[in-house]
């Protein structure tokens, strides 16, 4: 390589010059590995009982405040409603006049009755069956449907004191328009001696109609 000499310096010329875009010589690798990444935070585990999610009356239902008083809304309208549809009697109606008659030698008494009926009901009323119920002195209670209308007679001309106050035989298939009454009479044995049957705690006299849940009673 040329040089000049000025006396005071050395001027040196044409010396190599490193390329200005050539890269650097690349930094030697560090012998210490490169820090590895922190751990990840471990996920979340959600409790899941399934005892508690599936088929349980804790998960199902609603507060047992709230059913108890759903249950008392529905007993109070189940009530209400059993009230005012319950089955009635379609008729009303009373005992009017009692006689009575020994019969001799039988230990028992033949009873006439006399009573009123009133259809109450909006359809016709058609007697199915008439029925006497005596309950004596000391609670016992005696029962005999009504003699045959066509008996009666006979019974008047045996024992005239049945035929007091009478009226017309009340008998079965009789039938009463609705809002009408009908006054009759029915003849009914009873095994007791006439004073048991003076005696006596209650008579009634039993109604019942066709296609009627409740018969009619008359006291």
């Not at 239902?61 to 108890?68: F, K, S, T």
């Not at 009123?116 to 309950?135: C, D, F, R, S």
Request: proline share 12%; aromatic share 6%; net charge neutral.
């Amino acid at each position: 390589m040329p040089r000049r000499w000025d006396g005071r310096h050395s001027v040196v010329y044409n010396r190599f010059m490193p390329e200005p875009n050539s890269d650097p010589k690349p930094a030697p690798a560090s012998s210490q590995p490169a820090p590895l990444p922190p751990p990840a935070s471990p996920p979340q585990i959600t409790e899941f009982h399934i005892g508690d999610e599936f088929g349980t009356a804790k998960r199902n239902l609603p507060p047992v405040r709230i059913v108890l008083i759903c249950l008392a809304a529905v007993a109070v309208i189940v009530g209400i409603f059993a009230f005012t549809e319950r089955a009635k009697p379609q008729g009303a109606g009373s005992v009017d006049f009692v006689s009575v008659a020994d019969v001799p030698g039988q230990n028992m008494i033949l009873s006439a009755i006399t009573l009123t009926l009133h259809n109450t009901g909006e359809k016709p009323l058609w007697i199915h069956t008439l029925k006497a119920q005596l309950v004596t002195a000391d609670n016992q209670t005696l029962d005999d449907e009504a003699a045959s209308a066509v008996d009666l007679d006979r019974y008047y001309q045996a024992f005239p004191v049945l035929k007091q106050n009478s009226e017309p035989p009340l008998s079965p298939e009789t039938k009463l328009l609705p809002g009408t009454v009908q006054r009759g009479t029915v003849i009914v044995g009873f095994k007791l001696t006439k004073e048991a049957f003076d005696q006596r705690k209650s008579l009634t006299v039993a109604i019942q109609p066709y296609d009627q849940p409740l018969p009619i009673i008359l006291k």
